[in-house]
């Protein structure tokens, strides 16, 4: 058999060409030669078919916009910690059920995570503040 790409000679059977790469054509029981397209490139524009997910590429971005927004506020960081997690939950599920690639679903994921990581040193930052400020307080009575 010949490549019809690079014109190299392969052994019949050979799926692959070991020289280019290209897909070469394999026979089906009848004798007639029958294209691979697994190998072939996509045309220009195509896009895969949208799968329907439980989870809205939408509410992951409101959610990390959320997140970020309430992890730097003073006494409610805790809730952008939640919406944090959340968010990434919710990413992770719209990717795990077959979810095409989203800029939504992305920037909520990195919005909702800066926010979690946001909120958890805000909380540490108040809790240290606190002590401290009773502790100086007590020095004072």
Known sequence: MICQKCGTNVADGTVICPTCGNALPTQN???QPQQNTYAQP??????????MTSVSPTSVLVMG???????WEPFVSIAGIVLGAIAMSK????YAEGGLQSGQVKTGKILGTIGMI?????????LIALIVGIGVGSLFI
């Open 29 to 31: 029981p009848y004798g």
């Open 42 to 51: 996509q045309p220009y524009g195509y896009q895969q078919a949208p799968v």
């Open 65 to 71: 916009i959320i997140a970020i927004a309430l992890a």
């Open 91 to 94: 990413a992770n599920r719209y």
């Open 118 to 126: 946001g909120g958890i040193v805000m909380t540490v930052i108040y």
